[in-house]
């Protein structure tokens, strides 16, 4: 939830090119407004969530406009929007997942085709309406070995990608990747992340917590799965403090709470792609430093790079992967999502 990541891109049918990126923060007010809606406890009116829907839209119109200022002579055939998440119910007896960020402020601030809601399309085939980026990666991310792309936002999810292109790729959300480490260090120390880790790495890992993380049910739950910050927050992690025998510093908590991380991450990979030795990591999360540490050290054996080696910087990932899903939609080409999210039928935005 820091802000819009924007990425001007081409594809032909196995490569992609990105001709410029561009990075626009929320301001720190409509941060904290985002922070207090997204709380499953939050119990507001509906006037203030059409009003940030209105200003999300309006700093998503702002970002595409300045992005296109930076490449004047390139043609723009569509652009594709996520929005701002704050609420993702794939399991309701009235599955739902609800993005901010009004999309025709954009198609009127740029005159161009504006395609969203990408999510919600997959829920009514009865997926699980995400992750989505696990498409994007099975296009691009094959290689003549089997690998994962793993992808470290607020909720960490995993491509399995094999080398046969006639095999289904896998993907689902794995737990928490930044949004409990985020709301720790935001509660004690006012920060928005801690900054490389180094917070988390001054502290020591409670394994009594960590066991007590682990066991959620979650983490054993089959594919396809995904989840959010309504189950992933400071709720889930104040009912496992409570089990304590014994009393645990913030720092410790954070060590903890990467150590969860990294954890449920390598179990996930190993239960479900075991024969995979290369790990492409995008995200937030590949700039923290102790978490990719921790990563390293819970299983040595994988490769664990970043997917800049591949030509896409971790943070631009999402925006070119949505970039393309306009693509294929302008093209009237489906998403393959059906082994992914668990949609009965691939369908076209």
């Known amino acids: ?6 990425a001007i891109a081409s594809f032909t049918d196995t490569t992609f090119s990105i001709s410029k990126t561009h990075f626009t923060a929320y301001p720190d007010k409509l941060k904290a407004k985002l922070i207090k809606i997204i709380h499953p406890d939050w119990r507001g009116n509906l006037k203030t969530l059409l009003d940030i829907d209105h ?21 723009i055939e569509a652009i594709g929007t996520h929005g701002q998440t704050i609420r993702h119910q794939p399991s309701s007896s009235k599955p739902n997942s609800w993005q901010l960020g009004d999309p025709n402020l954009i198609a009127e601030a740029t005159g161009i085709t504006t ?6 399309r997959d829920m009514a085939t009865g997926g699980q309406g995400a992750p989505l980026t696990p498409a994007f990666n099975a296009q691009f991310f094959r290689r003549n070995h089997n690998v994962v792309v793993l992808n470290l936002g607020g909720i960490a ?25 985020d709301s720790w ?36 739950l089959p594919p396809p799965k995904s989840t959010g910050r309504e189950y992933f927050n400071l709720s889930f992690l104040t009912q496992h403090l409570n089990h304590l025998t014994q009393s645990i510093s913030n720092k410790d908590v954070q060590a903890t709470l990467t150590e969860l991380t990294a954890r449920s991450i390598v179990d996930a990979i190993r239960r479900h792609a075991g024969n995979t030795t290369e790990v492409f990591i995008c995200g937030g999360g590949m700039n923290n430093n102790y978490l990719i540490s921790r990563l390293k050290s819970v299983s040595s054996a994988m490769d664990w790079k970043s997917t800049a080696e591949s030509g896409i910087m971790p943070e631009n990932m999402e925006a070119v992967a949505f970039a393309w899903f306009a693509k294929q939609t302008v093209e009237q080409k489906p998403l393959e999502l059906t082994t992914i999210t ?5 369908r076209i935005a």
Not at 1 to 6: L, N, Q, T, Y
Not at 115 to 120: A, F, L
């Open 55 to 75: 200003e999300i839209g309006g700093i998503f119109a702002q970002t595409a406009s300045k992005i296109l200022t930076l490449a004047p002579n390139l043609q």
């Open 115 to 120: 395609i969203s809601d990408w999510r919600r």
């Open 185 to 220: 260090v935001l509660r004690h120390q006012g920060k928005n992340f801690d900054q490389n880790g180094q917070w988390a790495q001054s502290g020591e890992i409670n394994q009594q917590l960590l066991k007590s993380m682990l066991s959620d049910p979650y983490f054993k």
């Open 1 to 6: 939830m820091d802000g819009v990541d924007a």
């Open 157 to 181: 999810n995993i491509s399995i990608i094999p080398q046969d292109r006639q095999a289904a790729t896998i993907g689902f959300d794995t737990g928490p990747a930044n949004t409990l480490l």
């Open 342 to 346: 668990g949609g009965k039928h691939s």
